[in-house]
C-alpha cells in the first residue's frame, strides 16, 4: 500500500471520528411528577452547547449533547428545571406541577431532577428548624410549633431520604459501567451482580482521587471472583 493510499485511510478514519463524536445525541422523555403523564411542548436547552428542541406529543425528544451536560426544561405551568444527564440510554425527566406540593418518599424521590433534589433539602432543612425570622417580632425567635408541629416532623423525616437519594447518585455518576468495563472485561450479568455487591461508600467517593478508585475496583473484583469461585465448590 503506497503512502497516498494510508493518508487517504487515515483521513477517513479521522473524518468518521469528528461525525460519530459531532453526532452525539441525548435522548428523553419528560413526565408529570404526579400522574405520570407524558408532557409536550416542553423547551428544552443544552446549557453547554445552548441548542434548543420541544418534546413531540409523546413528551419525546433528541438533542445533540453528551454525558455530563446540563439540560434546562421550562414549560407553561410548571416548575423550570435543570437535569444532569449521566447515563447513555433513554432520559426520563420529571417535572413538578407549579402548585404541586411534593410528598417525599422513596419513590418519588428517584424520579426528581438534582436541581429540584436540592431545592427539596434546602426546604426540608428549612422547615425543620425550630428558628423563625420575624420583622414584627424582633427578628430570630424560637418557635415551639415549627420545632414540634406536624411540618416540621414530615421535614425531618424526608431529609434522611433525600440525602440518601443524592449520596446515591453521586457515586452512580463515578462509579460507572463504563469505568469499570475500561479496567476490567465482563458479561453484563456479571457487571450488575458485582456493582450490586461491591458498590462503594459515598464517603469512600469523596475523598477518593482516580487512582484511589482504580485500586479499589481491582481489589474489589478480585474479591468478587473468589467469592464466586468459593460459592460455586
Known sequence: MNINKISFLIAMLLFC??????????????????????????????????????????????????????????????????????????????????????????????????????????????????????????????????LFGKEAKQARSSIEILELEREHRNVDRVFTDDLILTLIPMERQELLLFKDGYRPTYEFIKQASKEDLTAYILDSYAKFKTNKVDSIK
Open 17 to 146: 471520528n469528528v461525525t460519530i463524536s459531532l453526532s452525539q445525541e441525548i435522548k428523553g422523555i419528560v413526565y408529570d411528577l404526579e400522574t405520570s403523564k407524558k408532557i409536550s411542548d416542553v423547551q428544552i436547552k443544552n446549557l453547554r452547547t445552548n441548542e434548543q428542541v420541544k418534546t413531540d406529543l409523546q413528551g419525546n425528544f433528541t438533542i445533540p449533547g453528551q454525558i455530563n451536560d446540563y439540560l434546562s426544561l421550562e414549560v407553561r405551568g410548571y416548575d423550570r428545571d435543570t437535569a444532569f444527564i449521566y447515563q447513555e440510554g433513554i432520559n426520563r425527566i420529571y417535572l413538578v406541577n407549579d402548585k404541586s406540593t411534593i410528598t417525599i418518599d422513596e419513590v418519588i424521590v428517584s424520579k426528581i431532577t438534582d436541581s429540584r433534589l436540592t431545592r427539596e433539602i434546602e426546604r426540608a432543612k428549612n422547615n425543620s428548624k425550630a428558628v423563625e425570622t420575624s420583622s414584627t417580632r424582633g427578628g430570630l425567635r424560637i418557635s415551639p410549633s415549627r
